[in-house]
């Protein structure tokens, strides 16, 4: 069963920079396209970027404008989400999830999901 862990999220003020890293097992991770979805109460899960599995190819919600750097490390099952110039509007939970070999934007199109990690910007 495969299995989505995310670490890196908390507290930070308008301006900083965080990290998020999602782990994956139980599953042959470089065929998997990796995304990054946030949510917050009351909206729906909206898409933040995603990875091919090689790495070569990335896309970005506009929301983003280039502070955001997604990116991952096939030898250690590890995608990453680097977030710089974090604005309050950041705020939401973050979910690392996969979806064998195709792009998509929408979350109802992957497989796997990890629990989310709460990321709060502070202005």
């Known amino acids: 069963q495969a299995l989505l862990v995310e670490s890196g999220g908390g507290l930070v003020q308008a301006g900083d920079s965080l990290r998020l890293s999602c782990a994956g097992s139980?599953?042959?991770?470089?065929?998997?396209?990796m995304g990054w979805f946030r949510q917050v109460p009351g909206k729906e899960r909206e898409f933040v970027a995603a990875?091919?599995?090689?790495?070569?190819?990335?896309k970005y919600a506009d929301f983003v404008e280039g502070r955001f750097t997604v990116s991952r490390d096939n030898a250690k099952n590890t995608v990453y989400l680097q977030m710089d110039s974090l604005k309050s509007e950041d705020t939401g939970v973050y979910s690392c999830?996969?979806?064998?070999?195709?792009?998509?934007?929408?979350?109802?199109?992957?497989?796997?999901w990890g629990q989310g990690t709460q990321v709060t910007v502070s202005s």
């Open positions: 999830a996969a979806r064998f070999q195709n792009f998509s934007n929408f979350f109802n199109d992957y497989n796997y």
């Open positions: 990875i091919s599995g090689g790495g070569k190819v990335t």
């Open positions: 139980g599953l042959i991770f470089s065929t998997y396209v």
